[in-house]
């Protein structure tokens, strides 16, 4: 299993990705909410693989919800970087591979565009239980 690693722009909150799958093979999608398009969000997960979100502070990590109110998105509090989101008590996520140290590579595919407006809430937990990503988030002071 390979780890790839990304982080905000301040490096506040870093992410080690876990998976069996290369970059080149990682499934991109876009969703076309309004949230995820005004943050060009280019999601990636792999229920196999497992994300382990890490903090310098406690304090860095800003949670946001809306809509349904099922999902927290991981925005850096000091750089505004929106890492990725996580569901179910933070053990599932779904990743911003633009955040990632090999976005270069993937900003070269074209992301599969998805429409989810109409989507209940259990359906969007049961969707993302199929998809996305085990999670670990762990804070670290020096």
Known sequence: ???????????????AY???????????????????RKHAMLSTSDPGGEVVVVLRDSAVLNRYRFATHVTDFLICARCGVYVGATVENDSL??????VMDCAEALLERTA?????DNESAEGRIARRRQMWSRCRIE???D
């Not at 299993?1 to 992410?15: D, K």
């Not at 996520?93 to 633009?98: L, Y």
Request: with cysteine; hydrophobic share 40%.
């Open 18 to 36: 876990q998976t069996d799958l290369v970059p080149a093979d990682w499934p991109l999608r876009a969703c076309q909410c309004k949230f995820c």
């Open 139 to 141: 804070v670290i002071t």
């Open 112 to 116: 599969e565009p998805r429409v989810l």
């Open 93 to 98: 996520i779904v990743i911003n591979g633009r």
């Open 1 to 15: 299993m390979g780890t790839y690693n990304g982080s905000c722009h301040c490096g506040a909150l870093s992410i």
